[in-house]
């Protein structure tokens, strides 16, 4: 059975940090590819950022503010989160799962529960 448990969302005021972790276990395919999506209330689910094959890629729109990192050794995934903004308000999931490196949410086949995380301005 996957598992991926999100931690570290909560709310800060804009200009703040934040540092999501997810620990991931279980046995699924292509633990090459790992990524973060969020989704805010009314918008659909946006993909931040990725590693696929240890080259981490992060999207334009929260490049410069957004860090995705992975300890292997630790079986976690982090996204530090830094000079946020009230936009940034939503649930930030880690994904695992799927066979190419891409932001399209459907091709991630594993999502978890998610954390929130508010900034308010």
């Known amino acids: 059975q996957v598992q991926l448990v999100e931690s570290g969302g909560g709310s800060v005021q804009a200009g703040g940090s934040l540092r999501l972790s997810c620990v991931v276990s279980?046995?699924?395919?292509?633990?090459?590819?790992i990524g973060w999506f969020r989704q805010a209330p009314g918008k659909e689910r946006e993909g931040l950022a990725l590693?696929?094959?240890?080259?981490?890629y992060v999207r334009d729109s929260v490049k410069g503010r957004f860090t995705i990192s992975q300890d292997k050794t630790k079986d976690t995934v982090y996204l530090q989160m830094d000079s946020l903004k009230p936009e940034d308000t939503a649930m930030y999931y880690c994904?695992?799962?799927?066979?190419?490196?891409?932001?399209?949410?459907?091709?991630?086949?594993?999502w978890g529960q998610g954390t929130q995380a508010t900034v308010s301005s």
């Open positions: 994904v695992v799962g799927a066979s190419t490196c891409t932001y399209d949410p459907s091709a991630w086949q594993y």
């Open positions: 279980g046995n699924f395919y292509n633990r090459n590819f």
């Open positions: 590693i696929c094959t240890g080259i981490p």
